[in-house]
């Protein structure tokens, strides 16, 4: 089992680890969706592992418009160290 490099570092600032709060679940998510993709990259016409992905994708996003919505400075944290999201260009 691989370990992840982003557990300690929401672990830290929790002092212990809450699989219930949105940054655990955003992570956590956020591993099953690179491990789907990688899978994907080697079976394209895996289309039950589609879904779920898309399934998984809805779930983090729903999660991330929720902690947007409590809590900014917390949304740009983690998106920040997950790198999930490209800056938006200002105009």
Same mark, same amino acid.
């Given at each position: 089992m691989v370990k992840?490099? &982003?557990?300690p570092? =929401? *672990?830290? %600032? +929790?002092?212990? %680890?809450?699989? #219930?709060?949105?940054e &655990?679940?955003? @992570?956590? &998510?956020? =591993? +099953?969706i690179?491990?789907l993709? *990688?899978h994907l990259e /080697?079976? +394209?016409?895996d289309? @039950?592992?589609?879904?779920g992905l898309?399934?998984? /994708? #809805?779930? $983090?996003?729903?999660? /991330?418009?929720y @902690?947007s919505?409590k809590?900014e =400075? $917390?949304?740009?944290k /983690? =998106?920040? %160290?997950l #790198?999930?999201r490209?800056? *938006?260009q200002? $105009?």
């Open positions: 992840n490099p &982003f557990i570092v =929401i *672990s830290q %600032e +929790k002092k212990e %680890e809450n699989p #219930g709060s949105v &655990f679940q955003v @992570l956590n &998510f956020t =591993i +099953k690179r491990q993709t *990688s /080697l079976h +394209k016409k289309y @039950l592992s589609q879904r898309q399934k998984i /994708l #809805g779930k $983090r996003q729903r999660l /991330l418009s @902690l919505k809590n =400075i $917390r949304y740009k /983690l =998106i920040n %160290e #790198g999930i490209r800056r *938006s200002t $105009r």
